[in-house]
C-alpha cells in the first residue's frame, strides 16, 4: 500500500490543510472522484474515520459502466485480475429448476456487461492509484465531526481516534461518506423512502465448496437464499432471515452450519471468511447539491443489492461528479454546472432503486400472493420469445438518459397520464414497481401509454455513447475512449468535423480541451490526406460506429469527458453546437482581465476576446457568461 499518501505524519496535527475539494469517505466513491481529480491535476483531500479502507467483503457485482470509469482513471488493467466476466444471474425454484436467467452477451460499452469483483480488491485497486498523484492526500483516522460553508468554501472539522482535531479548508466538498451519512444528516437533506423489514446474513467463504460458475438465486420459498461464484475461489451466500428470527440466533454457529448444510454437505468443512448481516433500504437523497457541498453514492442513495447497482450507482456518480467539479475549480467553468449533477443523477438512482426492488419482489416475494404472481408472470414471458429476450438480454436495465443538464435537447414539457398516476399510487405494491419499471423506457409501448410520446425518445442525446475497438493511425486496435482520453470530443463519421469552424468555436474547443476525431471505414485509415492537422483519425474496425451513425440522419457527435452524448449535428452545424455546448457549461473565457486566474488560461481564448470574437463576459461563478454566448450566436 502506498504510504506516501498520508500526509497525516508531515502535517502539524493542528495546521489547516487547504485544498481545492475535501472528499469525506474512503469508500470506492471517494477513491475514485480522488483518482478522477487526481488525473485532472485538482488538489483533493480524502479524509477517513477508519484507520484504512474497508476490507470486509461486500458488493460483488460490476457493471461495464463501472468498468469504463475504471478504465477512465487507469485502473482497468490493474482490476480486470480481481473480476469473472459474462457473470450470468439464474433463477431457479426450490427443486433447482432454472426458470429465468438473466446472461446478456453484448458489450456496447467495451466490457462484459455483468462482472464479479470482490470489492475490497477493487477498492484497494483505487487506493493504490491515488499513489500517482502528490496533490491528492488521504487523511486516514480522521472522522469529519463538524462542517462549515460560506461564499468562497467549505471549512471541515475532523478528529482522530486520540481526539486530536485538524481543520481542512476546500473550495468544495463532497460527502461519499456512506449511508448513513453524517454529511448529508447534517445538511438535513431528507432522505426518502423505505427500509425493507426482511434482513439478509451474508456469509463469504474461501476454497469454494461448490465451484459452479455464476449467481444462482434460489426462490425457495421457505428461505430464498443466493449462491455466487467469485473470483479467486471464494464464494458469497446469502439467506433471507425469516420474520421472527433474530440475527442473534441465526449467527450461532450451530444455526450457521444448518444454514450452510442447505448447500453444502459438510458445514464444518468450509472455509469460511466472514459473516454480515445486511439490511435492505431503499432510500433516495431528494438532493445532491446543497452549495458547496455535493452528496455521492451511497450518501445519496441505498437500495437492496439484488441487481449490485450500488456500487456501480455510486461509481456513476463518481464520473459524472468527476469532470464537472474539476472543470469547476480550475476556473473554466461556473459554478451554475454542479446544478446538473443533480438533474441528471438523481432520476437514474431512482430508477436504480425501482430495479433492485423489482428485482427483490421476483427473487423473494413477502407474500404468498406474490410467489403466485411470479410463477404466473415467469411461466407466461417464457412463452414469449420476445418478452424472454427482454429479461435474458437484461433490456430491462435503465441506462442513464438525462434529458436535461448538459445536453443538448430542446426542452418539451409532457403531462403525465391518468396511468402515470396510477402507478405512482401503485409503486408500493410488487406488480406496481413492476410495471413501473418496465414503462420507465419512454421508446417502449407501455412506456409511451403511460407516460405519452417523448419527441426525444430514440435521440442518442444524454445516453452513454458506444465504445468499439478502433484501430489507431499507428495500427494498434483499442478500445475507442483510450482514443479519446478524459476529454471532450467531437467525432465525425466519414469527413472532418472541422471544416468550416468558426474562430470561436475553436476557441472555445481550445479552451475546453476537446479533442477532434474523424472516423473513416477501416479500409481508409491509410489514406492521410483528408486528415487535417490536429484531428484524430481512426478505423471503424468492426463497422459498429458506422451502424451507430446509421441510426441517426445526424453525422458529428458531441462526446462528454464521461462518454455521454451531449449532442449530434451535422457537418455545418458543429460551431453552433459547440457554442451551445458552452453555454450550458456555464464555460468561462478567459479575457486578459483574468486570463492568469485560469490555471493554464489559453492566450489564444484572450486573444479571441480582443477580436471581439469571443463575447462571454468574464464574471468568475457567474451563469450569464455562457448565456451571452447563446444570445451571441443567435444574434450573429
Ligand atoms: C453486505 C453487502 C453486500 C453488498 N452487495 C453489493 C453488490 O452486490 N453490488 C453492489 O453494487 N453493491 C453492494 N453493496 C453496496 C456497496 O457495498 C455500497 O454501495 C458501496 O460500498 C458504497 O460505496 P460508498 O463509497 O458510497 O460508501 P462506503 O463504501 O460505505 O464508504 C463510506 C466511507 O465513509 C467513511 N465515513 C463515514 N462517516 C465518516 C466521517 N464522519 N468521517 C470520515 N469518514 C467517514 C466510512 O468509514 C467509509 O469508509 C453491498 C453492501 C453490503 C454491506
Redesign the pocket.
Known amino acids: 500500500m502506498p504510504t506516501a499518501l498520508d500526509s497525516t505524519a508531515s502535517q502539524a496535527p493542528n495546521a489547516t490543510v487547504a485544498t481545492d475539494v475535501a472528499i ?7 477513491l475514485m472522484i480522488a483518482n478522477y481529480l487526481g488525473l485532472q491535476g485538482v488538489r483533493a483531500v480524502l ?4 484507520e484504512k ?2 476490507d470486509y467483503p ?4 460490476l457493471d461495464d459502466e463501472a468498468l469504463r470509469v475504471f478504465q477512465a482513471v487507469g485502473l482497468a488493467d490493474a482490476l480486470l485480475p480481481h473480476t469473472t466476466p459474462d457473470h450470468w444471474m439464474r433463477f431457479v425454484t426450490s427443486n433447482g429448476h432454472c426458470f429465468a436467467s438473466i446472461e446478456p452477451r453484448t458489450d456496447e460499452f467495451g466490457w462484459s456487461r455483468r462482472n464479479a469483483f470482490i ?1 475490497p480488491l477493487a477498492d484497494r485497486v483505487l487506493y493504490e492509484g491515488l499513489a500517482r498523484f502528490a496533490h491528492v492526500e488521504v487523511l486516514f483516522g ?3 465531526e463538524s462542517f462549515t460553508q460560506d461564499g468562497s468554501g467549505v471549512t471541515i472539522e475532523t478528529a482522530d481516534v486520540n481526539g486530536a482535531r485538524r481543520t481542512v479548508r476546500a473550495s468544495y466538498m463532497v460527502g ?4 448513513n451519512s ?1 454529511v448529508r444528516r447534517t445538511l438535513d437533506v431528507p432522505f426518502e423512502g423505505r427500509t425493507k423489514p426482511n434482513q439478509w446474513i ?1 456469509v463469504d467463504v474461501r476454497n469454494d465448496p461448490i465451484g459452479s460458475p455464476h449467481v444462482y438465486m434460489h426462490c425457495d420459498p421457505r428461505r430464498p437464499y443466493v449462491s455466487a461464484a467469485l473470483p479467486h475461489g471464494i464464494r458469497r451466500f446469502e439467506f433471507m432471515v425469516m420474520p421472527g428470527e433474530t440475527e442473534e440466533e441465526l449467527s450461532k454457529p450451530e444455526n450457521l452450519a444448518a444454514l450452510i448444510r442447505k448447500v453444502v454437505a459438510e458445514p464444518d468443512k468450509v472455509d469460511y471468511i466472514r459473516k ?1 448481516v ?1 439490511t435492505h433500504n431503499a432510500r433516495l437523497a431528494s438532493s445532491f447539491r446543497v452549495n458547496r457541498v455535493l452528496l455521492a ?3 445519496a442513495h441505498i437500495m437492496p ?1 439484488w441487481q ?5 450507482s ?1 461509481i456513476r456518480d463518481a464520473s459524472n461528479l468527476g469532470w464537472k467539479l474539476s472543470m469547476v475549480v480550475k476556473g473554466l467553468a461556473g459554478d451554475a454546472l454542479l446544478d446538473s449533477y443533480t438533474a441528471e443523477r438523481r432520476s437514474h438512482a431512482r430508477s436504480m432503486i425501482h430495479l433492485s426492488e423489482v428485482a427483490g419482489d421476483i427473487f423473494a416475494p413477502t407474500r404468498r400472493f406474490g410467489i403466485k404472481f411470479r410463477d404466473a408472470f415467469v411461466r407466461t414471458f417464457n412463452l414469449f420469445p420476445a418478452v424472454k429476450r427482454y429479461f435474458v438480454e437484461m433490456r430491462f436495465k435503465p441506462m442513464p438518459r438525462y434529458e436535461s443538464g448538459v445536453v443538448l435537447l430542446a426542452s418539451t414539457p409532457r403531462k403525465h397520464g391518468w396511468l402515470a398516476r396510477v402507478l405512482e399510487r401503485s409503486g408500493h405494491s410488487a406488480p406496481g414497481r413492476l410495471f413501473g419499471l418496465m414503462s420507465e423506457k419512454r421508446e417502449s409501448r407501455l412506456g409511451r401509454l403511460v407516460y405519452g410520446r417523448d419527441p426525444h425518445c430514440h435521440s442518442p442525446v444524454g445516453r452513454m455513447f458506444i465504445q468499439p475497438r478502433v484501430r489507431t493511425v499507428g495500427g494498434e486496435v483499442v478500445r475507442l475512449d483510450d482514443v479519446l482520453g478524459n476529454r471532450f470530443a467531437i467525432l465525425g463519421w466519414g469527413a472532418d468535423p472541422t471544416f468550416g469552424l468558426s474562430e470561436q468555436a475553436r476557441a472555445i474547443w481550445e479552451r475546453l480541451g476537446g479533442v477532434f476525431v474523424l472516423a473513416k471505414p477501416d479500409t481508409q485509415l491509410v489514406f492521410h490526406d483528408d486528415v487535417p492537422a490536429g484531428v484524430i483519425a481512426i478505423g471503424d474496425v468492426n463497422t459498429r460506429l458506422k451502424d451507430w451513425f446509421t441510426r441517426i440522419p445526424q453525422s458529428v457527435v458531441l462526446l462528454r469527458p464521461d462518454r455521454f452524448v451531449a449532442g449530434v449535428c451535422s457537418p455545418q452545424q458543429v460551431s453552433q453546437s459547440i457554442v451551445e455546448l458552452a453555454a450550458k457549461l456555464h464555460l468561462e473565457m478567459a479575457t486578459r482581465a483574468n486570463a492568469g486566474n485560469a490555471a493554464g488560461a489559453a492566450s489564444h481564448a484572450a486573444a479571441a476576446a480582443d477580436n471581439g470574437v469571443v463575447t462571454f463576459s468574464t464574471v468568475a461563478g457567474n451563469a450569464r457568461t455562457a448565456t451571452a454566448a447563446t444570445a451571441a450566436t443567435a444574434g450573429a
Open positions: 469525506i469517505g474512503a469508500g470506492p466513491v471517494g479524509i477517513e474515520k477508519l479502507i474497508i461486500r458488493a460483488i457485482g470489492q480522521h472522522a469529519v461519499a461518506d456512506g449511508g453524517f451474508v454480515r445486511y453514492g451511497d450518501a443489492v449490485g447497482q450500488g456500487y456501480n455510486g
